[in-house]
């Protein structure tokens, strides 16, 4: 049985790891993971506080110089298996999981996860788990895939699925409830937004390329069923019935950013409730009375 203590195993963790490690080797472009990182060296840019040890976990840390400022000490995940003796033939790369941080609490100063969270066991608790790998005042910031991501190749394989529906893609969260998230994960000043790009493909092929290119496929957990010899025939078709005036369709992918700090005693926090000496009823009757 399972409970919130031990949430089901939706996700199958060796696919994971198995999507991300085909990613590494594949030459496609990387246009996902440059946004995201983009958009955490804007949001970070903004901090005016230093970081003494930061934390980067996924694939994002491919990009920890465009993300970090100069000098910050930074310790990236997947770490290397060093249980065979560092540098030897036998390390193998361990991808770690969210929800199954191995680090001491309080440990770094700054967390960065990002592309990944959404294919997390458990959300909840790796955000919690998160949040306890920072010293007081430390800094969260994540990213996710939202409700919304592929939504037009989730309907063409709906299509193309007929009688027999499959899961094909795993269903993503939408902005409130990765921002209820972060709050019941206890991290103080919390915010949460959203932002949506637009893709224009000229064939699925490209959309499923692009895909694999960043290791996003289906992780869900469970058999894989037999699509059929007509598959890619019925694609094409639910492709060819949006495609517009130059053949292409247009595709999104819905990037849900998040931030919070890990409470301390010196943070600014809101005034009690009924501590305003002005009364927002009194404002708004006079200005309704000018």
């Known amino acids: 049985m399972h409970n919130e203590l031990n949430p089901p195993e939706i996700f199958d963790r060796r696919r994971r790891h198995a999507l991300r490690a085909r990613a590494a080797g594949r030459s496609g472009d990387d246009f996902l993971w440059h946004h995201i990182a983009q958009d955490m060296a804007e949001r ?3 901090v005016t506080r230093s970081f003494a040890h930061a934390l980067i976990i996924g694939p994002i840390g491919q990009w920890q110089k465009e993300i970090l400022p100069p000098n910050v000490p930074c310790t990236l995940s997947p770490l290397r298996d060093t249980g065979t003796g560092a540098g030897t033939a036998h390390d193998a790369p361990v991808a770690l999981e969210e929800d199954r941080l ?3 609490p309080g440990s770094f100063d ?16 790796a955000l919690f788990q ?3 790998l920072l010293r007081p005042d430390g800094l969260f910031l994540g990213h996710m895939f939202g409700a919304g991501t592929l939504g037009t190749l989730k309907a063409m394989l709906l299509e193309a699925d007929a009688d027999r ?3 094909h893609i795993h269903p993503q969260i ?3 409830s990765a921002a209820d998230l972060i709050v019941r994960a206890g991290f103080t000043l919390p915010v949460a937004d959203q932002d949506m790009s637009a893709v224009r493909y000229g064939d699925w092929r490209s959309i499923v390329s692009d895909i694999r290119d960043a290791g996003l496929g289906n992780a869900l957990a469970g058999p894989r069923n037999y699509l059929g010899k007509n598959i890619v025939a019925r694609l094409d ?3 060819a019935s949006r495609a517009d005036a130059q053949g292409k369709v247009t595709e999104g992918f819905a990037h ?9 005693e010196n943070q600014p926090r809101p005034a009690k409730r009924g501590s305003g000496q002005v009364s927002l009823a009194d404002i708004l009757s006079k200005d309704q009375a000018g």
Do not use: C, E, K, Q
């Open 165 to 167: 529906v499959t899961p």
């Open 44 to 46: 970070l840019s903004a």
């Open 256 to 264: 849900i950013y998040l931030s919070g700090w890990a409470p301390s």
């Open 174 to 176: 939408d902005l409130r």
């Open 110 to 125: 700054l967390v960065i996860s990002a592309g990944t969270l959404d294919s997390v066991n458990d959300l909840p608790g």
């Open 130 to 132: 998160i949040r306890r």
């Open 102 to 104: 191995p680090f001491t």
């Open 237 to 239: 078709y639910a492709f």
